[in-house]
């Protein structure tokens, strides 16, 4: 049994599943004032364009196509999320629940520009992402890595210790039997079990 992670007592973190939710600003108090100047709120249609430009300039980072980003920034919505800093899209986090395991968020990519790297911000996109409506019901996460990401690696275990939570790690998609040698490996991290975040609870 674990403990839930706490997220900011600040009163604009806390939402509701519409998608014209306006810009909440990031948590206050324990960030740098750079990153207290990000605000989060959830993907629109529109951001899917800078979405793409993002992902392109975040290396190892896959790209997909710009019809792929549009469906992650409106129908994954409630379950992704957009850093704005001075009107610029920052960060971007596309994640989903795995339709056949409603107690699992899926986060399918993490992008930081490089700009607002280094301040906290990916844990905190994650972190309210958790904190959504959407994820009510969740008490795992599960993302894939490479073997040589070392910034993700450590970005997703130190959510696992603000969760409290067990990780385990397995080979998701083998560089062989499903990249034909065309890809690294990538592994699966399952976090978990983790009680949702709470809005409400400093942390
Ligand atoms: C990985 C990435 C999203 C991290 O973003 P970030 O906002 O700088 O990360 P955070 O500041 O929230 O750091 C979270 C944790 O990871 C650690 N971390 C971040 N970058 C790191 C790096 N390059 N090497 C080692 N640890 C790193 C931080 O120290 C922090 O650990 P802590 O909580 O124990 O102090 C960003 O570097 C990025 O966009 N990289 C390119 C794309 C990518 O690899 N995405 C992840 C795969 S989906």
Known sequence: MTKGIGLSATSELKEDDSNDDKVKPAQQGQTSDKSAQVLLR???????????????SCPPLDTNSLYCNLLQASHFSGTSVAAELDGELVGFISGYII????????????????????LGLAGRMLREILARPACTAVRHLETTITPDNDASWALFRSLARKLDA?????????????????HDSEMLLRIGSFDAPRNEVAG
């Open 42 to 56: 959830r993907p629109l249609s529109e951001d899917g364009a800078d979405v793409h430009q993002l992902i392109g």
């Open 99 to 118: 339709p056949e395991r409603p107690d699992t968020l899926f986060i399918w990519q993490v992008a930081v520009a490089e700009q607002g790297r280094g």
């Open 166 to 182: 067990d990780c385990a790690d397995s080979v998701m998609f083998d560089r062989e039997r499903h990249f034909k040698g065309q």
